[in-house]
């Protein structure tokens, strides 16, 4: 019954792979997102889809590419990995309205490009 | 541009203390205000939310205050206890797109 799912949560690659990191929300929302934190733990947002409809998308290499198949899901496809590419990717979703657009996490997705 | 940071970066208590936790940010016109928990290798849980006509909130030991006019937010823990040791980050909701900024968080210890 977990709210944000994502998989897979650990993800060892090699350089110039492509690779997609799969979630989905069961609560409804009508936005999702990722962000991406960094080995300082700093969180950043990278994209954001209301209702299938890409709405922020930030200063993010053109190789990530979010794919929102329903309201229920966002997928990050990532084409020509790099090492800099290694982080932590969490999706989450809120929705306007609901419990003051609070905004729910997945357990992230560790990413290490080697 | 909205800008968050928190201090102190680090702290360490003893159980039982009472800790303000600080959040600081540069653009007033916010829609919200969220803290955070995370636990070292998982996602983030959140603790309160405070709506910008709102100047506080509290769940159990945890209140959060907002000065929406000066850019400050404050989480307080009361009787803190080992199992408060986490990161907390505050995150502001703001502008057109309501995209939500964190800042670089507070990671607590408490010890016994």
């Known amino acids: 019954d977990t709210a944000v799912s994502q998989t897979p949560k650990y993800l060892v690659t090699q350089m110039g792979n492509d690779k997609s990191i799969k979630c989905e929300q069961n609560?409804?929302?009508?936005?999702m997102y990722w962000y991406k934190q960094d080995s300082k733990k700093f969180l950043k947002i990278m994209f954001s889809y209301n209702n299938k409809e890409l709405i922020i998308n930030e200063t993010v290499p053109n190789r990530f590419s979010p794919k929102s198949p329903d309201k229920a899901h966002l997928n990050l496809h990532i084409n020509s990995l790099e090492l800099g590419d290694s982080a932590v990717y969490f999706c989450?979703?809120?929705?306007?309205?609901?419990?003051?657009?609070?905004?729910?996490f997945g357990e992230g997705s560790w990413l290490t490009v080697v | 541009k909205q800008e968050v940071t928190q201090i102190p970066a680090a702290l360490s208590v003893p159980e039982g203390e009472n800790l303000v936790l600080n959040c600081s940010f540069t653009?007033?016109?916010?829609?919200?205000l969220q803290w955070f928990r995370q636990d070292p290798g998982k996602g983030l849980t959140s603790l309160l939310l405070?709506?910008?006509?709102?100047r506080e909130q509290t769940s159990g030991r945890l209140n959060a205050s907002l000065d929406k006019s000066s850019g400050r937010s404050t989480l307080y823990i009361a009787a803190s206890q080992p199992g408060d040791s986490a990161t907390y980050l505050c995150a502001v909701r703001s502008g057109t797109a309501s995209k939500l900024t964190f800042g670089t968080g507070t990671r607590l210890q408490v010890t016994l």
């Open positions: 405070i709506q910008s006509s709102q």
């Open positions: 609560l409804g929302h009508d936005t």
């Open positions: 653009d007033s016109a916010i829609y919200n």
């Open positions: 989450a979703s809120s929705q306007v309205g609901v419990s003051g657009n609070t905004i729910y």
